[in-house]
């Protein structure tokens, strides 16, 4: 069975700063992956996704993801936060070929000014 | 023209009560589903429809009744509302199902308080 997890219910940068947000999956298949964000009172936008081929995935609003299966992680980064960044960001899998998405438990964001 | 829309956004009721939940996708997705989300954030999902067949059926009491009419509409009927029922429902749809990786597109959520 497959599982999420994100280090970090909560991570703080300040503007300008570099975002990481880390998340390490298990599949015993090759994975999709996915990056969610919720603002407040809103569902959930992907951000990106991973299926196969290139490991370093680009996204909206400036953020990418690298796909390494030795260490079974696909941590988002941004180089530079943003006021607008400040939300709840969401790590999902799904197993190739199966038909649930396992979200992980979130990790909070915030900036400062 | 909202792609996935909920109503109500907001639903205040007593427990024992039963309500539904409606959902509507104007993406032309042939896949829904309908996830909760807990006071801690946590997102678990209870079921999926793939061109109204039920694909996902999760370990939910069965109080909890989806129904889909067509491929854009899925509703969520709760009898016996009890407390531990208050949380965030959302719902999601998709082109495809996960097997085809294709990511999803979330609804604003229905915020469900029991009294």
């Known amino acids: 069975a497959q599982s999420v997890t994100q280090l970090g219910s909560h991570v703080s940068v300040s503007e300008g700063a570099l975002v990481l947000l880390r998340c390490n999956y298990s599949?015993?298949?090759?994975?999709?992956l996915f990056w969610y964000v919720q603002y407040p009172n809103q569902g959930l936008q992907l951000l990106l996704k991973?299926?196969?081929?290139?490991?370093l995935v680009k996204g909206i609003n400036g953020f990418e993801a690298e796909f390494k299966k030795s260490e079974t992680s696909f941590h988002l980064t941004k180089p530079s936060a943003h006021m607008s960044d400040a939300a709840e960001y969401f790590c999902a899998v799904t197993r190739t070929g199966g038909f649930k998405t396992i979200f992980g438990a979130g990790t909070r964001l915030f900036v400062k000014a | 023209d909202t792609a996935v829309s909920q109503t109500p956004k907001y639903l205040v009721t007593q427990m024992g009560n039963d309500k539904s939940i409606k959902c509507e996708q104007n993406?032309?997705?042939?896949?829904m589903y309908w996830y909760k989300q807990d006071s801690k954030k946590f997102l678990k999902i209870m079921f999926s429809y793939n061109n109204k067949e039920l694909i996902i059926n999760e370990t939910v009491p069965n109080r909890f009744s989806p129904k889909s009419p067509d491929k854009a509409h899925l509703n969520l009927h709760i009898n016996s509302l009890e407390l531990g029922d208050s949380a965030v429902y959302f719902c999601?749809?998709?082109?495809?199902?996960?097997?085809?990786?294709?990511?999803?597109?979330f609804g604003d959520g229905t915020r469900l308080s029991i009294l």
């Open positions: 999601a749809s998709s082109q495809g199902t996960t097997r085809d990786n294709q990511p999803q597109h």
């Open positions: 993406l032309g997705h042939d896949t």
């Open positions: 991973y299926t196969t081929g290139a490991t």
């Open positions: 599949s015993s298949v090759p994975p999709y």
